[in-house]
């Protein structure tokens, strides 16, 4: 076997194992609910508010359907609206729940 040849050889080893990774990444999936869970909160702070709207909005989905889909990173739609509402800020956070499934 010559050079070229095996270098030929390489290459379609690693492009097959690099298409397998690809094949097992798409067998992935997240399954979401289809309405909103929304949650409202109030802090001194713009990024605390936010940060108290995140936890809350994930101790609620945890409450209603379980742990599996209650991460606030994986949620479909996410959003969170906030305004200052005299000394503090008002925030907003709703997402739709989604569960990381392996198929």
């Known amino acids: 076997m010559n050079f070229k040849t095996l270098k030929n050889a390489t290459l ?4 097959s194992a690099f ?3 690809l094949l097992s990444a798409n067998a ?7 309405g909103f869970t929304q949650v409202e909160t109030i802090a001194n702070t713009r990024m ?6 995140r936890a809350a909005w994930t101790n609620t989905v945890k409450n209603a359907y379980g ?10 739609s996410d959003s969170q609206t906030c305004q200052k509402t005299g ?4 925030c907003v956070s709703k997402a739709k729940p989604c569960l990381y499934v392996v198929q």
Do not use: M, P, R
Not at 12 to 15: D, S
């Open 12 to 15: 379609a080893v690693a492009f």
């Open 19 to 21: 298409s397998a990774v």
């Open 28 to 34: 992935q999936a997240y399954q979401c609910k289809t």
């Open 48 to 53: 605390s508010a936010k940060a108290s709207g």
């Open 67 to 76: 742990l599996g889909w209650s991460v606030w990173t994986i949620a479909a």
């Open 87 to 90: 000394n503090n800020w008002y």
